[in-house]
């Protein structure tokens, strides 16, 4: 109870700091310098996964690239007080005051109940509609299809998550997150209800006007993140003429009105190399404001899906290659769902510990949105007297979890499997089709259903995975874990930089 007490002083005072670090430049330097000792301790110093140090290294290098680039946009004037206080209160009690909160005592009931520490957050389809028709659409999202999330049941999982799992974060996916309506409310009603969850919302960005923006910046825990497929010709030829221009529209609105955002992009074959060009880096960051950018490669699944669409392993390495430059060079937040597994230490689908779950807007829950199989619907759980612990619990989301810390997870230092291929569903996918077949969950639809018929599709994800290997292992072990390698020895002097930028 006492702890309790404690945790609602520790509330207040972290929420008041948020206010002083958006006003005055020393406190901010003071509570940034913090941040990174603590990120330095934990990541370098303590390592308590034992992982390869230029994995920790990454992970350490990434976030204080998000954190200086965060701190430049505060002091551009890009974000509203409340971004700035919602976002540091979350930082503060995870990263610095955790070991005190009523967080902790909920993942240690959970770990010793379950034998893992619970999922991070949620990934969730408040609607599968969308406004637009975009051309090989994971989600098959358009006007017509698919289902909406009863409103009091995207509020009862919001308050679950954080109840169950001590989870404050929430990705919205689509359809299109912006057009959802239930009784009444639409998605940043639901925001507002929770106010202690920071919500990434992925969005085509087309209906963010001023009066939207507004209610973002006020609200302060909604960080969109808008997809583009490059400059005007490629974003138009994907998801429809005049998007390109909405978004640049939607970009200026919530700079005046102080929202961060990011924005989210799908390589594939023909605008892959486009994605990571100065002159596309110097466009979204430098002169758009983005705060951050993630990556989506095309995966052959989903509307109309196509092998040829998908990047080949020889653009993937490349991509890696570049992608590292600006984490190492450019200083820049830029994720990419795949090459980045290093960052999240392997595939974070299942529900695996600080991972996620994917719920469409039908209710049904898989392991992630590409990985399009369900085991169960929280629509029925809850009518079965059930709640998130249940989704956790099904034999389906357990034998991935089982397979990630056989591969990867549950090893330590050299031992871990290659962390540049860690998808089961893309990297490894006839591990995932075995999966699938043990556990028969059902298809999330019939274009789902056709999928695992389809026979070309997974030979050529199978022969994907083949080369994938020869390319990417050689990678793995020279540059991240042979430590003779003059890659790795660099490491040394990345070291003493990375702490410089620590302790500054
Ligand atoms: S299954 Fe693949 S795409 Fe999904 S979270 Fe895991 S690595 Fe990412």
Redesign the pocket.
Known sequence: MERYGFESLVTYLTSHAGSLIHHIPKVRNLFVRKARQAAYEYLIQKNPDRRPILVQMEKLQIALNLLDTVLNRIEEGLYSKNAVTRASTLLIQELILEPTGMTRDIRENFKAKYGRRPPGFLVIAPTQRCNLRCKGCYAKSHAGSGGTIPFPILDRIMREKTELWGSHYIAWVGGEPTIYRSQGNDILDLAERHLDTLFFMYTNGVLIDRGMARRMAELGNILPQVSIEGFEKETDDRRGKGVFHRILKAFEVMREEGVPFGIAVTPMRHNCDLLTSDEFIDFYFNKEKATLAWVFQYMPIGRDYSLDLMITPEQRLRLLERERELLWKKRLFYVD??NSGPLADG???AGREGGYFYIDGNGWVM??P??QFSPVNIFEVYQNGGNLNTIYDQPFFEAIRKWQDQYAYARVGNEMGNLLR?????DHHKTALEIIRQYQPRPEDEDTERWLQDETVHQGLIEFDERLAELMDPYWKNVYLKEESEEYKKTTSLKREIQAQAII
Do not use: D, E, L
């Open positions: 769902f795949w595939c974070i689908a392991p992630c590409y990985y860690p998808c089961p569903i893309r």
